[in-house]
């Protein structure tokens, strides 16, 4: 377990007009948040650029914590059995979330009212990609190639009941119940770097996480699983538009468990909304390929959530997804 302290400094003049209505002078200890995965990953990079301005503006300590396992569920179940005292934050992903509650019966918590959300703190969508084994330039292509396989092929995920393994089961039903054997790896790069050396046939992934591999041409991706095509994966169509309805996203959200004092709530939140609108921030995160909404806020982040219960509950259901 890691921890950072980020002490407040003087803050910026493009941030002063904002720091007054967000004052913590009522609480007492620092502003934890909590990451549930290792250092290193898109969740702790966005608290961490966050909590610099965050303290600024509340005029307190931010201390950044990683508190990883069971694919996010111990940090998520330290934060929901937190003291309400708004003291206590978490910087969730679709696996914290939302997967690691619907992988497990029974459910550890509800994803839809266990966190109050205040953002979400940017997103990018996932791809799909494959190895040099692979003379596929579409994705019917593929298709044709797995279907062909007799279910010879495998793919590789960050781990059972990840997001990665959620999704590629949805593309394995969506794209005609394919027969493609899983193989869960301890982290993504792991699962990337096996489909380069030809150990595995199909991987989907964030882009980010590819893009070292893609610029390499050590993989080829051959479907973005955006709205639209993406500026990070450039000349790569979108699944929908290959006639696979697979729409898909890795993403941060800034959360208290639910319950917090509703002043506390409403200081970050203020200052929350004036950091995302800062261009710096902004520009840092998409450094990452990170793309970030300012005005996706408390109610877009609920419904957002309730959405993803809404698909992705049965496509755990019906694939038996069971995390230990």
């Known amino acids: 377990m890691r921890r950072r302290i980020f002490l407040m ?15 913590a002078q009522t609480s007492e ?29 509340l005029e307190h300590p931010v201390v950044v914590e990683n508190r990883a ?32 509650a619907l992988t497990r019966d029974p459910m550890p918590f509800n994803p839809v009212s266990a966190f109050s959300p205040v953002a979400m703190l940017g997103s990018q969508p996932l791809a799909l990609a494959v190895g040099p084994s692979s003379s596929a330039r579409s994705l019917a292509e593929f298709v044709a190639e797995a279907k062909r396989s007799g279910g010879a092929f495998s793919y590789g995920s960050s781990g059972v009941g990840s997001l990665t393994h959620v999704i590629a089961e949805y593309f394995k039903q969506q794209a005609g119940h394919l027969d493609i054997q899983h193989i869960p790896y301890k982290g993504s790069v792991a699962a990337v770097t096996d489909l380069a050396a030809g150990r595995l046939q199909v991987v989907i992934d964030t882009l980010s996480t590819m893009r070292p591999f893609v610029r390499d041409a050590r993989i080829r991706q051959l479907a973005v699983f955006s709205e639209r095509p ?46 995302v609108k800062r261009s710096d921030f902004q520009a840092t995160l998409m450094n990452a390929l990170i793309t970030i909404d300012p005005n996706f806020g408390p109610k877009e982040c609920d419904d957002f959530i309730a959405n993803e219960v809404a698909i992705f509950a049965p496509i755990v259901k019906s694939a038996r997804i069971i995390a230990a």
């Open 69 to 100: 396992g069971a694919g996010g569920l111990i940090g998520a179940q330290a934060v929901l059995q937190s003291k309400r005292d708004g003291n206590t934050m978490i910087m969730n992903t679709a696996s914290s979330a939302v997967f690691v």
């Open 230 to 275: 993406n500026d990070a994966a450039p000349g790569v169509p979108t699944a929908r538009q290959q006639g696979v309805d697979v729409v898909a996203q890795a993403y941060n959200i800034f959360a208290f468990p639910a319950g917090v004092p509703r002043k506390r709530y409403d200081q970050v939140l203020s200052a929350v909304q004036a950091i």
């Open 29 to 57: 200890g620092p502003l934890k948040i909590v990451i549930p995965f290792p250092p290193g990953g898109h969740p702790d990079l966005v608290a961490r650029v966050l909590s610099v301005p965050l303290a600024q503006l």
């Open 9 to 23: 400094g003087s803050a910026q003049a493009a941030i002063a007009a904002a720091a007054g209505a967000a004052r």
